[in-house]
């Protein structure tokens, strides 16, 4: 017997792993850059969904009625897939709210570039982690364990008429708490530098005062960016194990939110 039959059935369920997978790159870091071609896009979504469809559990679909409420479940799976897409993306939002705390204490503010990852206008700092962040992603293969979270959602999520329990997730680490988690994360990559410039603009306060001919507006600037570029290349090594442990809870958080019924 064939694994699977190309009838009716088959082909919804194809469709729908379809729209999910194609949520999930959407929203999923790296390849949802703008810098990558769309067709790219279609492409990775239609070869994941070509490998994954004999492995997707057909259990909840035995008997389901798709000729009603067939607008609803392809709602659940753009749901599905953006959530995981924004779940695995909490480890940039880290990094981007470190990168713009570090460069508003050095006050590089206003040297910004574009971010083909949001779309938008990002500081050099954080531009430079977010690269750093994607480089240590793809080398560490921390990418295949988000691959793998989402087709296990297959299994943990199915495609069926059954709705997802929102009140299961609410108990998991998330809302709130996944927030939170963003900005502890943040604080920490930022605090060797926000701590150095406060002491440091304390103390040029001090000269200031003392000999009043130094114009220390003037003066602290590029102070502090000198500083803040010493502190960045010391502290980097433990910012890389930082982020590699980072990536690890955000990997487990993807698994613990798949696994709630």
């Given at each position: 017997m064939a694994p699977f039959q190309l009838n009716e059935a088959e082909i919804l369920v194809f469709g729908l792993a379809l729209i999910r997978i194609?949520?999930?790159?959407?929203?999923?870091?790296?390849?949802?850059?703008?810098?990558?071609?769309?067709?790219?896009?279609?492409?990775?979504?239609?070869?994941?969904?070509?490998?994954?469809?004999?492995?997707?559990?057909?259990?909840?679909?035995?008997?389901?009625?798709?000729?009603?409420?067939?607008?609803?479940?392809?709602?659940?799976?753009?749901?599905?897939?953006?959530?995981?897409?924004?779940?695995?993306?909490?480890?940039?939002?880290?990094?981007?709210?470190?990168?713009?705390?570090?460069?508003?204490?050095?006050?590089?503010?206003?040297?910004?570039?574009?971010?083909?990852?949001?779309?938008?206008?990002?500081?050099?700092?954080?531009?430079?982690?977010?690269?750093?962040?994607?480089?240590?992603?793809?080398g560490l293969n921390v990418h295949h364990s988000f691959l793998s979270a989402m087709v296990e959602s297959f299994t943990a999520i199915p495609i069926s008429p059954a709705g997802i329990d929102l009140a299961a997730l609410s108990e998991q680490k998330g809302g709130s708490e996944m927030f939170q988690q963003v900005t502890v994360a943040g604080l920490k990559m930022a605090a060797p530098v926000m701590v150095v410039i406060f002491f440091l603009n304390v103390a040029m306060g001090i000269v200031g005062r003392a000999v009043p001919q130094i114009n220390v507006l003037v003066t602290s600037l590029p102070v502090n960016i000198l500083a803040g570029l010493l502190v960045m290349i010391v502290t980097l090594p433990a910012l890389i194990l930082e982020l590699d442990k980072g990536m690890v809870e955000f990997a487990d958080l993807v698994f613990r939110l798949l696994k709630t019924k």
């Amino acid at each position: 017997m064939a694994p699977f039959q190309l009838n009716e059935a088959e082909i919804l369920v194809f469709g729908l792993a379809l729209i999910r997978i194609s949520a999930f790159f959407v929203s999923w870091p790296v390849f949802s850059q703008f810098s990558v071609p769309n067709p790219i896009k279609v492409l990775i979504a239609l070869t994941v969904t070509f490998c994954v469809f004999s492995v997707i559990p057909r259990d909840g679909i035995q008997g389901a009625n798709f000729e009603t409420g067939l607008v609803w479940l392809a709602l659940k799976e753009v749901l599905v897939g953006l959530l995981m897409g924004f779940t695995c993306r909490l480890i940039f939002y880290a990094v981007e709210v470190g990168g713009h705390m570090i460069a508003t204490s050095m006050g590089l503010t206003s040297a910004t570039v574009f971010n083909p990852a949001s779309g938008t206008n990002s500081t050099v700092v954080e531009k430079f982690y977010i690269v750093l962040l994607t480089l240590l992603l793809l080398g560490l293969n921390v990418h295949h364990s988000f691959l793998s979270a989402m087709v296990e959602s297959f299994t943990a999520i199915p495609i069926s008429p059954a709705g997802i329990d929102l009140a299961a997730l609410s108990e998991q680490k998330g809302g709130s708490e996944m927030f939170q988690q963003v900005t502890v994360a943040g604080l920490k990559m930022a605090a060797p530098v926000m701590v150095v410039i406060f002491f440091l603009n304390v103390a040029m306060g001090i000269v200031g005062r003392a000999v009043p001919q130094i114009n220390v507006l003037v003066t602290s600037l590029p102070v502090n960016i000198l500083a803040g570029l010493l502190v960045m290349i010391v502290t980097l090594p433990a910012l890389i194990l930082e982020l590699d442990k980072g990536m690890v809870e955000f990997a487990d958080l993807v698994f613990r939110l798949l696994k709630t019924k």
